[in-house]
């Protein structure tokens, strides 16, 4: 005779189905409360990750140290080899020359901080966590340029302070007036802090740090490099611009000195990178919105 089979039990059935129509239990509400991003997480976010990594340590640990110490050092020059500085327009005009060098450090900080990302990948989760994508670059932008421009205006007044000063106590020297100090101090910083963001964008469009450095690096040399082997008549002009719209040109406008007679003065070279700036960001802007991460 055949045993009757005990009947295994069944597992408890949920009180409801996933997409049934009769769901007695109303949907879950998560306790975490739901907040609407804006700009300020993002640059919450930026500024969280640009002071974390050790690029910005490094690059702008050298900056600070060739700014100051370059500035310094030619000071300490002048003054012990009692050069006579009757000729320059005024002291700040030494401390072009650590600006110029230093230039190269937040050029090389603004493209690693775009490129950086998608070279670990992090990208994709920033662009998770922010997808309006139009709000990271914004972010990026804003806090590597307050950033830089807060850095080089303390480095090149103290420099300034410094290199007037050391002339002073050596002799008579010609003081600059407030408007020679404003930009010397704040202009030169407003200018290398576009030129790091011009560096950031180009970053953004490339994706690729060793491009975007030797890119930026070349647009600052390359003109002069350029210029000074033409030697025919007929290029002359062309030479001439290249002096005076070149990079190192612009920025010693801002010490009351220039490589040329004519070319940009005033505030023209902080507009003219304004607009160049302007247009690459726009560029940068719409790839990122057509490109995939």
Not at 105 to 114: E, F, N, Q, S, W
Request: aromatic letters at 8%; glycine letters at 10%.
């Amino acid at each position: 005779m055949s045993t009757p089979q005990t009947p295994m039990p069944q597992a408890a059935q949920p009180s409801w189905e996933a997409g049934s129509a009769a769901s007695p239990a109303p949907g879950y509400t998560s306790p975490i409360p739901v907040v609407r991003t804006h700009l300020g997480h993002a640059l919450a976010s930026e500024w969280t990750k640009i002071r974390s990594v050790r690029s910005t340590m490094w690059t702008l640990g050298v900056f600070v140290l060739i700014v100051v110490g370059v500035g310094l050092l030619v000071g300490v020059v002048t003054v012990s080899s009692s050069a006579d500085v009757a000729n320059e327009p005024h002291p700040l005009v030494l401390g072009f020359i650590g600006v110029l060098l230093g230039s190269i450090c937040v050029m090389t900080l603004g493209v690693l901080t775009t490129s950086s990302e998608y070279g670990t990948g992090m990208i994709r989760t920033t662009m998770t966590a922010c997808p309006t994508r139009g709000r990271v670059l914004a972010a990026k932008a804003l806090v590597f340029f307050l950033l830089t421009f807060t850095i080089t205006l303390v480095c090149t007044a103290l420099v300034a302070f410094a290199q007037t000063a050391m002339l002073a106590s050596d002799g008579p020297v010609l003081q600059p007036s407030g408007a020679e100090w404003f930009k010397a101090t704040v202009g030169v910083s407003l200018y290398l802090a576009l030129l790091g963001l011009l560096s950031l964008l180009i970053g953004s469009i490339l994706r690729h740090s060793a491009a975007g450095i030797t890119i930026m690096i070349g647009l600052v040399l390359a003109p002069l490099v350029i210029a000074l082997f033409m030697f025919a008549r007929s290029l002359e002009k062309v030479r001439t611009a290249l002096f005076e719209y070149s990079i190192p040109n612009q920025l010693s406008v801002f010490y009351s000195t220039s490589l040329g007679e004519s070319g940009p003065s005033g505030w023209d070279p902080l507009w003219i990178l304004l607009g160049v700036t302007a247009v690459v960001g726009a560029g940068a802007w719409a790839l990122l919105r057509e490109r995939d991460v």
